[in-house]
């Protein structure tokens, strides 16, 4: 039993929520036992495992939490990443919002074959927020990296200026497709843009915003592509 | 020039971040340019409007912050409520988190004409946290309040297990229309399933996870719908 705020596993759960130390180590924590669950059915085998009460004092444990306080349990896992690939993936650009890139692996993982493909000035999939928004699916679907240039199939960039509906531009598309969404302010460089196979909107009312969060974008485009290749089959 | 901490104004943007005060008063906070302008764009007259180093010391706004810090505009602002209705519109049942409370305002701002009506248990729409997810579409289109039983329309619940998919039910469903998207974990009460018009889910990957995001989940159930509607017309 732990019993001082100066052990090893402690410290390195605290230092883990800096991204220096995730990047550094390789490691990342997750909390809470619905995600050291997801971990082990999906065969991914802890560095550390603390169970509050068993392995430690649940108030140290407490302390190093980035949920502040209740988790019952604490695993550090390695990084792990997978390949581009599939009938149908995501491809996020300049998407600096953990909680979006966690969510967006969600849906993904819903969704879609395919992982979720990191490009530039993405938020780190590792950090706390992203890990509790992707839930269990962090660890179904480790998220890929890639350059968009280097991607194979047809290419959409859904983006707000785009001339056609993406319902129109999924009726065309062949697999394996890739959906790439992207920054909510400065939108998609063109460079991207330009070289993709398509690229669509999500239809909007005239009188609402301008777009939608960059996750929800990701999640209409992945279901509309899903059925529109479903409807294909 | 405000230069003292101890000033009235400061202290109730201070105290506004907590929901106690901001039920007590009927008043709650904006930060930041965006928010600030769709307030004006929207015809909302702020109560207090403050700019850093005009009419205080910016070191002092940032102290009030929820962001922490680096607004240069705050305002307050009378809370409204809106009143149900539309040809299309979404009910929250349960949903505890205000970020996602917000995007949905912002989703149904985008797609649908009716106004997000909040059920029981959901998080404060004039909270921090669900102002800057609502973005400008709280100012254009604030919530409304009304128990499920009495709305009128062709009310569908979005539940995982449903018989039927979205895209069927949409197909049957007559204008008014009202989605109702619930807690996550719980699931929507029986009793509100029951009376419904229609029940129906989102098609998801037997290999992913048990349900989407609740704001994703809303997001695709009105954009399915605004399609189905769209196409009947």
Redesign the interface.
């Known amino acids: 039993m732990i019993t001082s705020p100066d052990n090893n596993q402690l410290k390195l759960i605290r230092k883990l929520q800096r991204k220096r130390e995730r990047d550094e180590s390789g490691l990342f924590v997750a909390e809470g036992e619905d995600l050291v669950e997801a971990a082990q059915a999906g065969g991914w085998e802890p560095e550390v495992l603390l169970v509050a009460g068993e392995d430690v004092e649940p108030e140290l444990l407490d302390r190093v939490s980035s949920l502040g306080s209740g988790s019952r349990v604490v695993g550090v896992y390695r990084q792990r990443s997978a390949e581009p690939g599939g009938a149908l993936s995501l491809y996020l650009h300049g998407v600096g919002d953990p909680?979006n890139v966690g969510?967006s692996i969600?849906?993904a993982?819903?969704?879609?074959?395919g992982p979720v493909i990191l490009g530039p000035g993405c938020a780190d999939p590792f950090s706390p927020k992203a890990v509790r928004?992707a839930?269990?699916?962090l660890f179904?679907r480790p998220p890929a990296r890639a350059p968009w240039t280097q991607l194979d199939g047809f290419r959409i960039a859904l983006h707000g200026s785009a001339n056609a509906a993406l319902?129109e531009v999924g009726a065309g598309a062949t697999s394996p497709c890739v959906l790439c969404v992207g920054a909510e302010r400065e939108g998609l460089p063109s460079e991207l843009v330009q070289i993709a196979e398509g690229a669509a909107r999500?239809p909007?009312?005239a009188?609402?915003?301008d777009?939608?969060?960059v996750?929800?974008a990701a999640?209409?485009g992945l279901?509309?592509l899903s059925?529109r290749m479903a409807a294909d089959a």
Chains 1, 2 share one sequence.
């Open positions: 909680g969510t969600r849906s993982h819903a969704l879609c074959d928004a839930m269990g699916s179904a319902s999500i909007l009312r009188d609402g915003p777009s939608l969060n996750a929800m999640t209409v279901y509309e059925h």
